[in-house]
Nanobody, 114 residues
Framework: VQLQASGGGLVQPGGSLRLSCAAS????????MGWYRQAPGKEREWVAS???????EYADFVKGRFTISRDNAKNTLYLQMNSLKPEDTAVYLC?????????WGQGTQVTVSS
């Protein structure tokens, strides 16, 4: 499985973006998928995860603002990001959770700035 994230861009504080992560193979068999992010000079951190049945978990710093979802038929993972803050600026990537065993894709840059 190869992963390709897209949908990032430049947005003002308080704005929204919807990220997608398309998998080249089936993610149906991957029980838990997750979004991660890495800001310049910082460690990669977990953002959100979703079990194949739909149960979701979020890091405290995005809870109430971000929504993770998946479409197994389309082999795609999504991240709806609302009320964006400058501290959300990072490269966003997807992988399985929690062991991140798939090859990392390039990720998509999200920049929150006025």
């Amino acid at each position: 499985v190869q992963l390709q994230a897209s949908g990032g861009g430049l947005v003002q504080p308080g704005g929204s973006l919807r990220l997608s992560c398309a998998a080249s193979g089936s993610i149906f068999s991957i029980n838990v998928m997750g979004w991660y992010r890495q800001a310049p000079g910082k460690e990669r951190e977990w953002v959100a995860s979703i079990i194949s049945g739909g149960t979701t978990e979020y890091a405290d710093f995005v809870k109430g603002r971000f929504t993770i979802s998946r479409d197994n038929a389309k082999n795609t993972l999504y991240l709806q990001m609302n009320s964006l803050k400058p501290e959300d600026t990072a490269v966003y990537l997807c992988n399985d959770f929690p062991f991140m065993t798939l090859p990392w894709g390039q990720g998509t840059q999200v920049t929150v700035s006025s």
